[in-house]
């Protein structure tokens, strides 16, 4: 009888040693992959849009026990509006007996303004600045709707340097020309033009107040909130 010939040991270890090369091979590939493949789909913004920032007062005073300053910001997008780059939306939430931190009571579904937390909230000036434009509301929007047509209520502020634009507001209580500090109320928060509920739109960029509502000609900046404004000396 003629026994089967066994493989050296050294083919297999030759085998597994270029199955390891592939599999390291593979992932490597996989893992350089993703960034090529964000950019080609132009995910990656550009670099000055994740380097300048604006730091300003929390702009909504939610300052009670149990409540909160919420906030989403918007994604970048060139085709946008200064003013819609980079903008942040802000509102309250309060935390609830079941740990859950919520804009409106449960029970209420927030059908109505009142039912919101942050519904006629003080508004609070961003920084030093001059108010270079104010416009009040002509219509309230019932939550859940939006009235793209209607003047919104807003403020500009301006520095000499940079321009912030508050909009969705209310029973606004400074005037053109007026200089604010950071913190001083100068307004309410309202539900108006192109809103679904009570909430403050921010938007800010370097330029003049004039490039309003235009696309090009400003440096859109994010927008951080000092968290120790109320200690800072301003």
Do not use: C
């Amino acid at each position: 009888m003629i026994d089967s010939p066994v493989p050296p040991v050294r083919h297999l270890t030759q085998h597994r040693t270029v199955g390891t090369a592939m599999l390291v091979a593979l992932l490597m590939a996989a893992l350089t992959a993703g960034p090529a493949l964000a950019q080609d789909y132009g995910l990656r913004p550009t670099p000055d849009t994740l380097t300048q920032s604006i730091l300003i007062h929390p702009p909504i005073d939610a300052t009670e026990d149990g409540f909160s300053l919420s906030t989403r910001e918007h994604t970048y997008k060139s085709h946008l509006r200064l003013g819609d780059q980079l903008a942040r939306d802000f509102g309250v939430n309060k935390l609830h007996d079941d740990g859950i931190a919520r804009p409106y009571e449960p029970m209420s579904r927030g059908k109505e303004n009142e039912d919101w937390y942050a519904w006629q909230r003080d508004v609070l000036a961003p920084f030093e600045a001059t108010v270079v434009r104010v416009t009040e509301p002509d219509t309230t929007n019932v939550p859940g709707t939006m009235n793209r047509n209607a003047q919104p209520g807003f403020i500009l502020f301006h520095d000499g340097t940079t321009t912030v634009v508050y909009a969705h507001v209310r029973d606004i209580t400074v005037e053109e020309g007026e200089t604010v500090q950071p913190g001083q109320v100068v307004a309410r928060v309202g539900n108006n033009g192109n809103s679904r509920a009570p909430h403050v739109h921010i938007g800010a960029w370097v330029g003049t107040p004039s490039l309003a509502g235009s696309k090009p000609g400003g440096t859109p900046l994010q927008i951080q909130v000092d968290l120790y404004a109320s200690e800072r000396h301003w």
